[in-house]
């Protein structure tokens, strides 16, 4: 039985019984995190991610939670744990990390992972990412545009939060003196240590059963697997060199769009993504990490691939690319990069944008393609308490080759809830006096994009800072294919209020919000596919008589005539104006 | 006090996707009779009644009026949701708020999906309509409703002809006032339409989830109640006039006046049986603690019994796709409910589970089923793709001439061709090999299956009793154990029909809740007395209309809590005192934490803890039908050997491969007989398959207890 060739058979039904028992930890440690955490923002919108990495801290199996976070955990833990060292991590130690240059994102989006023993011999690594709701800074729930990191919050380079079991207070007490909302921190910090527990415990189960030598063995296979499939997916995207080019509206201080560019090569097994042409870094919070555009590659690649591809090493090796240092996609330190996510879904975007003409089934057009972030801090007057609210807000989705694109929903790699209106205003005295669909915001197509979302915060009784970090306010997500653009986004100061002055904010401010002030947000339409005349005039009556269109949108811009007294399509007047409106467009 | 009953017969119908079942008890006797029909999709009542009627005619003694009731699982609602076949129904929210249901929780089902689409709203965004009114979530009043706004849209939703209408508003689980003053209009205006108000229906925060609970309830109210009604005429005609009973997806019935208001309850009616059945045959035969796992032909439920109780859930979702626990997206392609659910993970494997080979060279099995139409290749009825029940008969698990009581003859030859072209040539493997990976991958599944319901909510299996029932759940359930590591496993008695029993053994559960959100070191003691005495009060009401309900109603009193800034709330019993003081409030509060250790891993002693919702469960006992013990059988065990055969067995041990193993007729088993594994126990409608190490004993019941001997 010792011969080679039978120790290193793969038998098909281990492999299947510890691929799915991988995935489970970590679906484990996600439901652990969640049920635990204080803040709305990891218990109710799920901003958080949980992943099991091998011992040599390559990616393994994931919870299928935030996109975002996973792609960039592939750079972090390796860079952490280099960083402190391996030889220091004893079993039940946890390492803290956030730093952006050292493979990390955003200074919300705080790690926690340690090192899981078996016998005391070294399997791997369970880590959980949460965005943080607030980590200090020059604003409350640390957003805003700043100039430099320092004013974004604390950097938190790879340090031990718990020592062989037992929190490490020196430590966790410096980092919730830097922090504003103090008590629901400590708790989502507490959630993250839980999950890890939890995905330990489990490991060393699995590691026991099978043993290590096999356990190894069988981690590999999966690898190997994913490898397979990852390349022959690769194979079936069409041979060439695809190219585009996107700007973000607004940098937070100057009046210079930031452009971004992309050159993506798929040479059969082989694809390789080049962002030479991108603006160098700015003073300004519109910089995305390495790990952050790794994280937007990761995500166009994967989208592109068949549903039940296991999402590991085996796949994030083929996601090769070139970010040249010192630009908007590959920031340096000291560039501050709270908006680098802005810029990371925009490059999102622009990559399904590259390869719509060599896959226009599979791809969808722009979507809101922004975070859409809004903060606040309140000071609580009787206790001193300082409490922060986050939370990003979905937009209207990119319209595909054969359907609409959906109303009001999260895009790319960002899947988190809204938080509920019940939940947040039994936590903060604050109203969300209106949360709705905005009518004709979709981009017209013979797919329409999807209807933006408004969501509307009044501070009846309480003064308030407020912060935005968003984009979109020069141009809505463009169509594709002739499809037109969706409508922009909107930050409006007191807009219904006839006794306070309406004002148009940017989409990247911090203001005082005075007692009684109401901001509105107003997140874009999706891009259309296709020309909106070439849409099924039913389609258009149907949008018509839910509401989401006016029947003068039907006629301007899909040229379909509603008849008002039957609420039918006037076929022959429909037809007439059509074929008047091609003849137009073609003249000019 | 309640007279006891005392009438001798109740009768259970269960309707399937294939069959009805039907199910006679003589409580005074103990003795079973059942009836079996095909199901009538068209007008499921015309099956029900048949299925009654069979039960009348078998056994010709049973006079109607002798009957106590009957109790019905129904997957009436769940249907009409599925197949886009839900009432016309209007929506009426706070002003602002008319796209809560079109926006939901704002994410996709899929993560790398850019071709997913959110599910439609159960009501279309031109009958959703939005009242000037306000409360703050205290429930004070912000802005009085808008007496003349009111009027104007209650006009409106006449016009619209819908027939029914769900009542949301903001912050109603605090103060139900304006959504009853709503109602009161619209009702006066439309007497006839259906009204759901979601302070009644689940008076609790986060608006989305309780809209879509409410909207849920009223989009069904119409075809439920009208079912029920057939089902009530159908019965009286057949001279049965005893009070109707439907299960509720919580494993308790209520009376089918409750089940018309509030379908809400009962869209998981059909799966809860099979639980209860567990829970109510455990808890007799002295094991509370159970895991029951359910195998039929498309799918398996697993869910866990405590106490004699299945474990509740209120994380669900209706409608989208196959639920597996609490996956962070898990519900978002259905349509989430926020009322009690028994806590089952069902998953897509069941005989007719097809095996096929990925496109990476990994072998797979389900989620696609064969069905009954075509079925396994090994029926001759045009099934093409290999699928469990053939890997089983390859193995020689099953008998391929003692088939559903030899009804169906089964085609070896032609299981092993679709094995080998579709399994075992591109894997390399032999066809026995490739009938055994497909059985071990499947097995795989379902004890990932066993893993959610068990150690996922922090119990250990080994704790368990595993308990197989369903057509196919005998032929793995052993196997399943070993590898599960759970020493102990029961077959039931007639394991094909267990789950209808289940409709005989439970009592009327009816639950109500109250919100608080209060810190514990805040709330006053007195509060919480008074609001239990409140829902005590509605319950003693509500168990005095219910007519099978004997006795005093028993109440079980349990609050949610958390720490104070979490949103998951653990549910907790509350101390078995009377009175409600500090000392109570102590040991309440240690409870908790004591759970959330248990759950969470960790205890927050330092932390304050939150009250958030009280519950009561007012629980009308139904005596239980006696067990009834098997007849003595003088003769030897021998005499139930059938023969031997060649069985291709999975271990953990050495003991692996073809074993000549020995083939019993289950009804032929002698009560307190023993055997050893392997063995292969048949009856008309069921195999079970004993794997080596494992022994059997044979109860005084006729229930299999099987070890393992290692």
């Known amino acids: ?588 | 006090m309640k007279e006891l009953n005392t009438k001798r017969f109740r009768i259970g119908v269960d309707i399937g996707g294939t069959f009805t079942d039907g199910t006679l008890v003589d409580s005074s006797t103990g003795q079973v009779i059942t009836s079996k029909v095909l199901t009538t999709p068209a007008d499921p009542a015309s099956g029900f009644i048949s299925a009654v009627n069979k039960l009348l005619g078998v056994s010709n003694d049973v006079d109607p009026s002798e009957i106590e009731h009957v109790v019905h699982a129904t997957t009436v609602a769940t249907n009409a949701i599925i197949e886009g076949k839900t009432a016309k129904t209007a929506f009426v929210t706070t002003q602002g708020f008319r796209d809560m249901l079109e926006i939901a929780r704002q994410i996709r089902p899929s993560l790398y999906d850019l071709q997913f689409e959110k599910p439609a709203p159960l009501v279309p965004r031109q009958l959703c309509f939005e009242i000037r009114e306000r409360l703050d979530a205290k429930g004070n009043v912000v802005t009085p409703l808008d007496e003349k706004a009111l009027a104007i849209v209650v006009d409106q939703l006449a016009e619209t002809e819908v027939e029914a209408i769900a009542i949301c508003l903001l912050h109603s689980y605090r103060n139900p006032d304006h959504e009853q003053k709503v109602g009161e209009a619209i009702k006066a205006k439309i007497p006839d339409v259906k009204l759901s108000l979601s302070s009644k229906i689940v008076p609790e925060f986060r608006e989305y989830l309780r809209a879509s609970t409410t909207v849920i309830n009223s989009a069904v109210t119409p075809i439920v109640s009208t079912y029920l009604a057939s089902i009530l005429e159908k019965l009286h005609s057949a001279d049965v006039n005893s009070e109707l009973l439907v299960m509720q997806s919580n494993g308790g019935v209520y009376p089918a006046q409750s089940a018309s208001e509030s379908p809400v309850f009962m869209v998981e009616s059909g799966p809860a049986a099979g639980a209860v059945a567990a829970a109510s045959l455990g808890s007799a035969l002295g094991y509370p603690n159970v895991i029951s796992f359910d195998m039929g032909g498309t799918t398996a439920k697993a869910s866990l019994i405590r106490n004699g109780q299945p474990n509740i859930t209120k994380d669900y979702s209706v409608g989208g796709a196959a639920q597996s626990g609490d996956g962070a997206f898990g519900g978002a392609s259905g349509y989430p409910i926020r009322t009690p659910v028994v806590d089952l993970v069902e998953i897509g494997a069941g005989g007719g589970s097809i095996a096929w080979v990925d496109s990476g060279g990994a072998l797979r099995v389900g989620p696609q089923s064969a069905g009954a139409d075509p079925g396994p290749v090994s029926y001759g009825l045009g099934g093409k793709e290999p699928t469990i029940t053939d890997a089983n008969l390859i193995l020689g698990r099953l008998d391929p001439s003692y088939f559903a009581d030899g009804q169906i003859s089964l085609d070896t030859e032609a299981a092993k061709n679709a094995i080998h072209k579709h399994c075992a040539e591109p894997l390399g493997l032999s066809i026995e090999a490739a009938a055994h990976g497909i059985i071990e991958i499947a097995n795989t599944a379902m004890v990932n299956a066993l893993r959610l319901v068990s150690v996922q909510r922090g119990h250990d299996p080994r704790d368990f009793m595993l308990m197989g029932f369903g057509g196919a759940g005998p032929a793995h359930v052993v196997r399943l154990a070993e590898q599960a590591g759970i020493p102990q496993v029961l077959i039931p008695a007639e394991p094909g029909t267990a789950s209808a029993l289940g409709l005989l053994v439970t009592d009327v559960r009816m639950e109500s809740s109250a919100t608080l959100i209060i810190r514990a070191d805040q709330v006053e003691l007195s509060r919480i007395t008074y609001e239990f005495e409140k829902l005590e009060n509605s319950g003693r009401l509500a168990h005095s209309a219910a007519a099978s309900a004997s006795g005093e109603p028993i109440f079980e009193r349990a609050i949610e809590m958390r720490y104070w800034g979490q949103s998951f709330e653990l549910s907790v019993p509350v101390p078995d005192r009377k009175t409600i003081d500090n000392d109570w409030m102590n040991d309440l509060i240690e409870a908790f934490h004591e759970s959330h250790d248990s759950a969470y891993g960790f205890r927050a002693d330092d932390e304050p803890v939150e009250l958030v919702n009280l519950r009561l469960t007012t629980v009308g006992k139904i005596a239980r039908p006696q067990l009834r013990k098997l007849d003595t059988i003088d003769h030897d065990i021998q005499v139930a050997i059938k023969g031997e055969r060649p069985v291709y067995f999975a271990t953990d041990s050495s003991q692996g491969g073809v074993i000549s193993t020995t083939v019993y007729n289950r009804q032929k088993l002698p009560p307190r007989s023993t055997f050893n594994g392997p063995a292969i126990v048949e009856e008309p409608d069921c195999t079970t398959v004993i794997q080596p190490s494992w022994s059997v004993t044979v109860d005084d019941f006729g229930n299999l207890i099987v070890e393992n001997n290692q």
């Open chain 1, 1 to 588: 039985m010792a011969g080679d060739k039978v120790r290193n058979k793969i038998d098909p039904i281990h492999f299947e019984v510890i691929r799915s028992a991988l995935t489970q930890v970590t679906e484990e440690m996600a439901a652990a995190l969640r049920r635990s955490a204080y803040s709305t923002n990891v218990k109710t919108r799920q901003d958080f991610s949980c992943a099991f990495f091998d011992r040599d801290c390559k990616p393994i199996s994931q919870a299928f939670t935030q996109p975002v976070h996973l792609g960039s955990f592939v750079e972090l833990i390796p860079t952490s744990v280099e960083a402190y060292g391996a030889e220091n991590l004893q079993p039940g130690d946890m390492l803290v990390v956030n730093n952006p240059f050292g493979g990390g994102s955003h200074l919300n989006d705080v790690t926690v992972f340690g090192p899981v023993h078996h016998q005391n011999e070294l399997i791997g690594y369970v880590a959980s990412l949460a965005h943080h709701v607030d980590v200090g800074g020059g604003a409350p729930a640390s957003i805003g545009p700043f100039q430099e990191i320092f004013q974004e919050g604390v950097i938190i380079t790879p340090v031990k939060l718990v020592k062989q079991g037992e929190m490490n207070e020196d430590i966790f007490k410096l980092l919730l003196a830097q922090i504003r909302s103090k008590r629901v921190t400590a708790g989502d910090f507490r959630a993250q240590v839980a999950a890890n527990t939890v995905g330990s415990r489990r490991l060393s189960e699995i590691v026991r059963k099978y043993g290590s030598e096999d356990f190894d063995r069988y981690v590999k296979a999966v690898i190997d697997y994913t490898d397979r499939r990852t390349r022959a997916e690769i194979s079936d995207i069409p041979d060439g060199i695809y190219k585009s080019e996107s700007f973000l509206d607004f940098d937070g201080f100057t009046e210079n769009p930031v452009t971004l560019k992309t050159k993506i090569t798929v040479d059969g097994e082989k694809v390789y993504f080049d962002f030479d042409g991108c603006d160098p870094q700015r003073r300004a919070p519109v910089n995305s990490t390495k790990a952050m555009t790794f994280s937007a590659c990761a995500y166009a690649l994967r989208a592109l691939m068949a549903p039940d591809l296991p999402v590991n090493d085996g796949f994030y090796r083929h996601v090769r690319m070139n970010a040249k240092p010192g630009t908007v996609v590959h920031a340096l330190h000291p560039a501050p990069v709270v908006g680098g996510w802005e810029t990371q879904v925009r490059v999102n975007d622009m990559l399904f944008r590259a390869f719509a003409p060599g896959m226009p089934q599979k791809i969808a057009s722009s979507t809101k393609a922004m975070m859409a972030q809004a903060g606040f801090g309140i000071i609580d007057q009787k206790t001193g308490e300082y409490h922060c609210n986050y939370e990003a807000l979905a937009g209207g989705y990119g319209a595909r080759e054969t359907s609409d694109g959906p109303d009001a929903v999260q895009q790319h790699g960002q899947n988190t809830e809204n938080a509920p209106v019940e939940e947040v205003e039994s936590h903060f005295p604050v109203r969300v006096s209106q949360l709705s669909l905005i009518e004709d915001s979709e981009g017209p197509g013979k797919f329409r994009g999807g209807l933006g979302m408004r969501r509307d915060y009044h501070f009846p009784n309480d003064a308030a800072t407020f912060t935005v970090l968003s984009d979109r306010d020069l141009e809505g997500p463009k169509g594709i294919f002739g499809g037109m653009s969706g409508r922009k986004a909107y930050y409006i100061l007191n807009p219904d209020d006839s006794k306070r002055t309406k004002t148009e904010l940017s989409s990247k401010c911090v203001i005082e919000l005075k007692p009684g002030d109401t901001v509105s947000f107003q997140t874009p339409g999706g891009g259309g596919y296709g020309s909106p005349l070439e849409r099924d005039p039913e389609r258009v009556l149907e949008d018509v008589t839910l509401g989401k269109i006016n029947f003068k949108r039907a006629r301007e811009c899909y040229g379909v005539i509603i008849d008002n007294l039957t609420n039918d399509v006037d076929k022959a007047a429909t037809k007439r104006l059509r074929e008047q409106i091609n003849k137009s467009r073609s003249s000019h």
